[in-house]
Nanobody
Framework: QVQLVESGGGLVQAGGSLRLSCAVS????????MYWYRQAPGKQRELVAG???????NYADSVKGRFTISRDSAKNTVYLQMNSLKPDDTAVYYC?????WGQGTQVTVSS
């Protein structure tokens, strides 16, 4: 079955950077679109960024110009580079593909 395992979360000061990784198994990675979502306490889960199997990307307005999604088919891994982090970026970040969610990784941005 499809498995998605996120890593790279942590505590960072405002203005700092983190890179999240999502290791994928159980599906043909190169054929599938990949997504990052996040869920802050008391809020609905929201789409942060997506990347198609062809490499086209899209971003939530709130992260455009600060976050970059990328994929490495040799490693079956999708990344989310997060720069200029803000306290409002604090959330659990989830990887999503093929109707499957990862377990999530916590990102906390202190002011």
């Amino acid at each position: 079955q499809v498995q998605l395992v996120e890593s790279g979360g942590g505590l960072v000061q405002a203005g700092g950077s983190l890179r999240l990784s999502c290791a994928v198994s159980g599906m043909i990675f190169s054929l599938n679109n990949m997504y990052w979502y996040r869920q802050a306490p008391g809020k609905q889960r929201e789409l942060v960024a997506g990347i198609t199997n062809g490499g086209s990307t899209n971003y939530a307005d709130s992260v455009k110009g600060r976050f970059t999604i990328s994929r490495d088919s040799a490693k079956n891994t999708v990344y989310l580079q997060m720069n200029s982090l803000k306290p409002d970026d604090t959330a659990v970040y989830y990887c999503y593909a093929r109707n499957t969610w990862g377990q999530g990784t916590q990102v906390t941005v202190s002011s």
